[in-house]
């Protein structure tokens, strides 16, 4: 029984030996350290030969990230949606695997209102196809939208080596494909979670991993592949699309003094056109299905209904926006944006960028801040000054929303890896007095980024309770799925036991914000659980009497842990109530 208490608790008076937590943390990094120092000489020879097999690379690094994360499923499942944005994706992956852009209105609306869904004209989520196309594609061949989720974490890292191949020699390539595992892997929230950015990350690897290929050898199959990155992110992210268009044009600019150059960059953009047409045409469809309008976006639409919840604003009040005509709602919109009232002034939008640079953390392991000052060096080749500017650009249009989330940025995810190995290969040629002091700062840098990964890895893998709650709330960044904090699970656990169908109708309590339980199916009459809001005992006799045959509920949210109760007629007496 020794060896299974020996890491017991991080309190040196809990366990057999005396350590507390710092004598693990330091103990378990040098035994890393250790290891990879002695593993070196054998695993460098073999690294670089495998670095020149593009193939295999790929291979490898799109699979590495999927093993290490269903390994975990021991202690950490399939992760369960959390969040408003993630229930909205899975409506939009639930409506496209049944071969349908969006759903038909529900009779009774006004039960199913919720966060980031429209239920006029047409039930849909609000947000664009490419995240759902993912999900929906995991969901039809493996019967799970995770599995969506899954592979785009998979691709992501398999082209951020191919993209890295473009600016730079195969053995930092792999490194930089390693990074990415280590980074946006099994542990991050791209892969455990329902919300997105890998797709647009895998993006922006094909965009910014053609252009270098681009300029050497003007390829229609990289023109092709210039393409289909831009129109995979316009399909997931077109608000930022524009930026990555910028990027784009920012790239060829010392090509337009050499007409030779000029003539392959027309028929390269003839190429681009052809490929991102039909993500265009499929974009303009979904508006029209959606919303009745080609020109409509389902989320602007969304925007022009409901506004914006405060609680995502943080302003005092959401924009009355259902209060209006349609003629009011656009004079509304001439004086004020999409997010609110136009409060802003340079001074707020500063501040926000400000604030707004935390996240930029993570894209970056800790260890590599010490390395990126020497990527300064490479800004005399306007390639990498470029890189630079394109960071720039997006932060600055991203920097509009009175909100910022990773997945805004994710196109330039291969940029931050390009960084990141571009500063340790120049720190690796550093020297002191002809001493390779440089080549053993990166090695060593390269050591504290793998045993960072494999230490918190290990601790999931190894999770037992009392360790886990010790340890695992210092860990920074990483978003593994950890319990059942509002329990959903619970109560889903509860309703799959109760044999039927069922009808839930949810009463939130005076002081309640922001999390919400009204999710449902695409096809919600024949949904084995249906959620609604409770809009009182008359109102919600309409819904019950929609829906003769199904097990009425009542789940109050806010209690501590959630009640879900048998909800029964009103009776002269008020609404009976049997708990569950």
């Known amino acids: 029984m020794f060896p299974f208490h020996l890491l017991r608790s991080f309190y040196p008076f809990e366990n057999p030996i005396g350590f507390g937590a710092v004598d693990f943390v330091e103990l378990a990094l040098a035994a890393l350290l250790l290891l990879l120092v002695i593993a070196r000489p054998v695993l460098e020879p073999m690294a670089s030969r495998l670095a020149l097999r593009t193939g ?63 239920q006029q004209p047409t039930y849909s989520s609000i ?35 191919w993209m890295l191949r473009a600016w730079t020699t195969p053995g930092w390539a792999l490194l930089g494909g390693l990074l990415a595992v280590i980074q946006f892997g099994p542990l991050n929230q791209w892969m455990n979670s329902y919300w997105g950015g890998a797709v ?39 608000y930022e699309c524009i930026f990555l268009c910028l990027a784009v044009i920012l790239f060829f600019l010392p090509v337009l003094r050499d007409r030779y150059a000029i003539r392959n960059l027309i028929r390269t953009a003839a190429i681009v056109v052809l490929v991102v047409l039909p993500a265009i045409g499929l974009t303009l469809f979904h508006n029209q299905q959606v919303t009745g309008n080609w020109t409509t976006h389902p989320y602007a639409l969304s925007r022009y209904e409901y506004g914006i919840p405060t609680s995502f604003t943080f302003q005092p009040k959401a924009v009355p926006h259902r209060d209006l005509t349609p003629q009011q709602q656009l004079d509304y919109l001439a004086q004020a944006d999409l997010h609110g009232d136009r409060t802003d002034t ?38 990498f000054a470029w890189v630079l500017l394109v960071l720039l650009v997006f932060a600055l249009g991203t920097n509009f929303y009175p909100y910022f989330f990773t997945h805004y940025i994710a196109a330039e995810t291969c940029l931050f890896v390009l960084i990141g190995v571009t500063a340790l290969e120049r720190l690796s040629r ?14 060593l840098l390269i050591f504290l980024c793998l045993a960072h990964f494999f230490f918190w890895y290990g601790l999931h893998l190894v999770r037992t309770q009392d360790f886990a ?72 006799e309409k819904l019950r009497q929609y829906y003769p045959g199904r097990t009425v509920w009542l789940l109050e949210p806010d209690a ?7 909800y029964l007629s009103a009776t002269s007496s008020g609404i009976q109530e049997l708990r569950w």
Request: with cysteine.
């Open 56 to 118: 295999w690379c790929m291979l490898l690094l799109g699979l590495l990230p999927l093993a290490l994360r269903l390994v975990l499923l021991v202690h950490y499942p399939v992760p369960t949606p959390y969040v408003a944005d993630e229930f909205s994706y899975i409506l939009l992956a639930d409506t496209l695997r049944h071969f349908r852009l969006t759903n038909p209105p529900h009779a009774l609306p006004q039960f199913f209102e919720t966060y980031f869904v429209l």
């Open 127 to 161: 947000y664009a196809l490419g995240q759902g196309l993912a999900l929906a594609l995991g969901w039809l061949v493996f019967g799970h939208p995770w599995a969506g989720v899954a592979l785009s974490v998979a691709a992501l890292c398999a082209l951020c080596y």
């Open 200 to 238: 647009c990350a895998a993006a922006g690897c094909l965009v910014f991993g053609s252009l270098p290929r681009l300029r050497e050898r003007w390829r229609r199959r990289d023109a092709a592949l210039l393409g289909a990155g831009i129109a995979i992110h316009l399909l997931t992210r077109p």
């Open 346 to 383: 340079v001074g707020t939008y500063l501040e926000r960028l400000g604030r707004n640079v935390r996240f930029y953390r993570f894209f970056f392991l800790v260890p590599l801040y010490l390395a990126l000052p020497f990527y300064f060096f490479r800004t005399r080749d306007y390639r």
């Open 430 to 443: 550093f020297s002191v007095r002809g001493s390779p002091a440089g080549l053993h700062a990166a090695r």
């Open 469 to 540: 709650s010790a340890a695992i709330r210092y860990e920074t960044w990483d978003a593994i799925n950890y319990g059942d904090p509002d329990g959903r699970t619970a109560i889903a656990n509860q309703l799959a036991q109760a044999p039927g169908t069922h009808l839930v109708f949810v009463r939130y309590g005076p002081q309640h914000r922001f999390k919400e339980w009204v999710f449902n199916a695409a096809d919600i009459d024949s949904a084995r659980v249906v959620w609604a809001r409770d809009l009182g005992s008359d109102e919600d």
């Open 560 to 566: 501590r842990p959630p009640r879900l109760s048998r």
